[in-house]
Each structure stands twice: as C-alpha cells, then as structure tokens.
C-alpha cells in the first residue's frame, strides 16, 4: 500500500521535488503524493497540474499547513525557505508525521537540536535531502579514497569563486539573514557534506568573512534550473529591481578533520567579471580532481608516475567489489557499477530526489527509522556553513563541537531572538 506524501512549499525547489516524485513513481509506488501546501494558491496549482499531467492523479491543494496534515498524509516533504523547515517539522511530529525536508536542516543550530529532540522522542524519521552524496560519481569518488587509490588523504581545497551582482537564484529571502539567506549556508551545506562524507568528522576550524557586494540586482531566472520557477509566486522583494542583502557573501575557511587532514574551504558569489573554482583531494600518493556533480563526470586522479590521469576502466579495477546500492541503479537501467554516465541535468536532478523519497517510505515501512542523511549528519554538515559564520564574527577558531551543541552561537543568537527559537 502507497503511503500518503503531501509536500509543503511550491516555490521552485517544490517544483523539483515534484518532478522528483514523478520519476520515482516509474519505478516504486511506495508514495501517492496525496497533498501540496503554499501559501500562494497559484503556486500550489502549478505543482498540482504538473503532477496531475504526469501521473493522472492530481494532489489536493492547501494553502493551510495544518489542515493538509489532517488529510490523512503520512509524511511530509518540506521544501520551503529555510526559515519554515523547524516550524512545519515539528508541527508534523506532532502530528505522528515524518519529515524528509530539503537543506540546510534548519534556520539555526538550536532549531536543529529541537527537531532531532522531538523526532527521536516520538520515534519518527527525519531526513535531510541532501542530494550531491548520492549522485553516482560521488558514490564512486568515496569508493576510491576509501580503497586508498590516492594514498592517505591530507589535504583538500575546495575554492568557489563566482557572483557578480545578481541576487542568488533571484529569489528574495535568500537576501535575508532572518531567513539564511547565504550562500555561505545555501551552497556551503553541500560542500561541507561532501567534505565529511569523504574525509570523515571536522573538528574545529578558522574563518574571515565578509559582505562585498550588499546591493543586488534583479535578473529573473537563469540557465538550467530556470524552467522550474516560472510559476513561483515571489514575497520578498517582488517589485524591486534592486535589493540589499544582509549577510556575508565571501567566506575563507581552514578545516581540521579527526583524521589529521586539512582543508580549504572558500566561497563567494561576490566576484565581479571573474569566477573560478578547485575542487580536489591530495594524498600521499596522487590527487583526486573531485567529480562536479549532477553532470556525470568522473574523478580524475593523478599519480606522481603517470602522465595522464587514470581511465575509467583503472579506477574501477581499483574497486572491484564497489557497486551502486539497488535503488539508485534501478534509475540508471539496472547498471551497479560505472564509470561515468550520460543523464542530462533535469534527468539526474529529479532521480537524486526521487532516489531521497524512496529511502524515506522504506525507512517507514520497515520501522526501522534509518537513513543515510539523518540528523546528526545534517546537522554536520550546517555546522561547519555556521561555524565559518560564527569564526567570521567573533574571529576565533571555533569547535565543531561547540557548534552543535549550542556553546558557541553569538551570531546565531540574533537569528532564534527574531525567530523565537
């Protein structure tokens, strides 16, 4: 019997994930999406139509959260601004639901502690889409530092320089701070996820941080993704062509790991005409140039002896019992192990979603409540993004520890006053 799904949230981003529940349903019926909530009427149609389109079932459409609760749903997908994830989460656990809800977990640190509190007090799943670990290449970049195809690890660098003057995505919240509107949160959750779950724990870290470029412009919707938000109903910022943004949008970081490696973790959307990017692990036998995700590229690695990278037919032979779990390669024809694959950006950015929804129904059906991006990995990976920001401020090596537990969070603390965490 199909679970009930209702999804909270059809900005763009809701839009994707519905896309991501339609590709699943070609393969799993293990969710009826029964439900769609947002306070924008015609935001919520729009995701109703294109469901109903694609599947014949058209989801009821709510604009009260309670209410599409009360209709029988048995998990929510929560996929709202980042200020709302804490409030409708609780709210479901209160209800008996479970949560799959989009990145980052929470608007804060302690919002986070309160949702894994009530969850694991209730006994119900909560899980964090986070999408870039589970993409193929990822999966066998992991596979290959885990072998030791490039020795013992020691050192990252992973250095995102882009920008310029438009605001992110065009979207208006993500120019508030009230509502963690940063790239050093939006994109620095993936890249710390990504960092741990290749490199293991990070213990503590240094940061500057900065605001260059506080006035941005209003420039619709761009490349790939664009298709997904013509239907969106903007609330912030909706009639202005330009806006000021409130929180720092250049960060510098030094990482520490458990294991004794290090890492450079930098971010900007603040460079003007100039971008560039290093995404790489080194070790004590060759380096890995990481795999961008979502493209099907492969890691590259580099041994001191070799002239050319390694092919992909040599990096898996350095894996030889590595494969893609059952439900990820039900989505790629079957095929366990690859080294490389040929899906175009729409294709891998629904199935990485619906691949997150059919791990959450599972995790319900069997009862044992286990997924791979549970809270305490969430929270990681937020902890680092708020751990830059909070080093950045007091300008002070930070513990991760500190972090989690709420020891160190002045610059949060003006966030959960206004939010009444």
């Not at 679970?3 to 070609?26: D, P, Q, S, T, W």
């Not at 009530?118 to 290959?144: C, F, H, T, W």
């Not at 941080?209 to 993704?225: C, D, K, N, S, Y």
């Not at 949060?412 to 939010?419: K, L, V």
Request: aromatic share 6%; glycine share 10%.
């Amino acid at each position: 019997m199909s679970l009930n799904l209702g999804l909270v949230g059809c900005g763009g981003m809701g839009m994707r994930h519905a896309h991501g529940y339609i590709e699943m349903r070609k393969h799993f019926d293990s969710f009826t999406l029964s439900a769609v909530c947002d306070r924008h009427k015609a935001a919520a149609n729009g995701v109703a139509s294109a469901v109903e389109d694609a599947t014949g079932h058209r989801p009821q459409v709510f604009t009260d959260y309670e209410a599409m609760l009360a209709s029988g749903v048995h998990a929510v997908d929560i996929v709202t601004d980042t200020r709302m994830h804490h409030t409708f989460a609780l709210q479901a656990f209160d209800a008996g639901v479970h949560i799959l809800t989009e990145k980052p977990m929470a608007l804060t640190m302690k919002a986070c502690r309160l949702m894994r509190d009530v969850a694991e007090e209730k006994g119900l799943v909560l899980s964090i889409g986070e999408q870039y670990r589970r993409d193929p290449m990822n999966r066998l970049a992991k596979a290959l530092l885990d072998a030791g195809a490039i020795g013992e690890p020691g050192f990252a660098m992973k250095v995102s320089v882009g920008g310029g003057s438009a605001l992110m995505h065009d979207t208006g919240w993500r120019a508030l701070k009230s509502r963690a509107g940063s790239i050093i949160i939006e994109q620095g959750v993936h890249e710390a996820d990504l960092l741990i779950y290749f490199l293991g724990d990070i213990e503590s870290l240094s940061a500057h941080t900065g605001l260059f470029a506080p006035v941005r412009t209003r420039e619709g919707m761009t490349g790939q993704i664009a298709q997904f938000y013509s239907h969106r109903v903007e609330d912030a910022f909706a009639n202005q062509e330009t806006v000021e943004i409130d929180q720092e949008d250049t960060a510098i970081g030094i990482l520490s790991f458990a294991s004794g490696a290090i890492g450079q973790l930098t971010i900007t959307n603040a460079s003007i005409g100039y971008g560039a990017g290093i995404n790489t692990i080194h070790g004590s036998a060759g380096t890995m140039q990481m795999p961008p995700t979502r493209t099907g590229v492969p890691p590259s690695i580099y041994l001191e002896s070799a002239q050319e990278p390694l092919s992909q037919q040599q990096m898996l032979e350095l894996v030889p019992d590595w494969e893609l779990d059952e439900v990820t390669a039900t989505f790629f024809g079957g095929t366990r192990r690859m080294g490389s694959y040929e899906v175009g950006f729409e294709a891998i950015d629904r199935i990485l979603v619906a691949i997150e929804m059919k791990e959450l129904a599972s995790a319900i059906e069997s009862n044992c409540r286990k997924v791979e991006v549970d809270a305490e990995v969430g929270m990681k990976a937020l902890a680092v993004s708020y751990g830059i920001l909070e080093s950045g401020n007091s300008r002070q090596p930070v513990s991760l520890v500190d972090i989690m537990d709420g020891s160190v969070a002045e610059y949060q603390s003006e966030i959960d006053r206004e939010a009444g965490i």
